[in-house]
């Protein structure tokens, strides 16, 4: 298995906006888990479990990859670990809780009103979460932990069911809408302008035409003269029909 490390501090805020996701990702197929509980909770925080659960089995069935979540203010009683002493706890406690690799434990540690997030995916995990997913899940647990409005068993919850959607979907660019119109537009422009000089060419036309209809023939030799009465009739004759 692999871990990997992301530290927010509480009042930062700093998750207003939420990584998007570039790449198709393919859920792990059935049988990759030997299913466990969803949760450890050492500050009594969660309580309604049906709740929380809710979106994490959301989370499992749209990658496949059964999550679980450490609630604690402490690793082995101590409040201000090392990334190395974390590390360390992370990996162990994987070890001690899943029976597969197809796990990923979420630690959210607060102590002292700031919070820190270490997680670790095992190896089959890692396949559907990788560090674009997990920045995605982290992002939202940073946005909905400012949530005043939420419990925490919703906090959780929200953050694991938006995290799976958006980490098993490619999120479209905002600009393609707007190139899309903008293309249109220059396509109608485009056809307005054609449309406008050609209207303009055919009147320019027609005005010399009436313009020639309407000059004497004594003014032209007597060929043209002629060639002239000859063509326009036809034309006259044309239009008239």
């Known amino acids: 298995m692999g871990s990997s490390f992301s530290t927010v501090s509480a009042g930062s805020g700093s998750s207003s906006s939420i990584t998007r996701s570039t790449i198709k990702r393919e859920a792990l197929p059935a049988g990759s888990v030997n299913e466990t509980g969803y949760y450890t909770d050492d500050l009594d925080w969660i309580k ?27 690793f082995d009683g101590e409040h201000y670990p090392t990334d190395a002493e974390a590390e360390t706890f992370a990996n162990n406690l994987y070890d001690s809780l899943f029976t597969d690799e197809a796990h990923s434990l979420l630690i959210f540690f607060e102590y002292n009103s700031e919070y820190h ?17 997990m920045d995605i899940l982290l992002d939202y647990v940073d946005r909905y932990y400012y949530e005043s409005s939420l419990t925490e068993d919703e906090m959780f919850s929200k953050a694991y069911q938006q995290a799976g959607k958006r980490i098993m979907t490619v999120t479209r660019s905002p600009w393609i809408p707007v190139l899309v119109v903008a293309g249109i537009i220059v396509i109608l ?24 209809l309407n000059t004497p023939l004594e003014s032209f030799g007597d060929g043209q003269a002629e060639d ?4 326009y009739q036809e034309k006259s004759d044309q239009s008239g029909k």
Not at 117 to 133: I, P, S
């Open 48 to 74: 309604n479990v049906t709740t929380l659960e809710s979106g994490m089995k959301s989370f499992y069935k749209a990658t496949g990859v059964q999550p679980y979540l450490y609630i604690t203010d402490n």
């Open 117 to 133: 997030t270490w997680y670790v995916n095992g190896t089959q995990a890692k396949t559907v979460l990788d560090q674009e997913a």
């Open 228 to 231: 002239l009465a000859k063509k």
């Open 189 to 212: 422009a485009f056809a307005y302008y054609w449309w406008r000089k050609s209207k303009e060419k055919k009147a320019e036309q027609d005005k010399r035409t009436e313009e020639i």
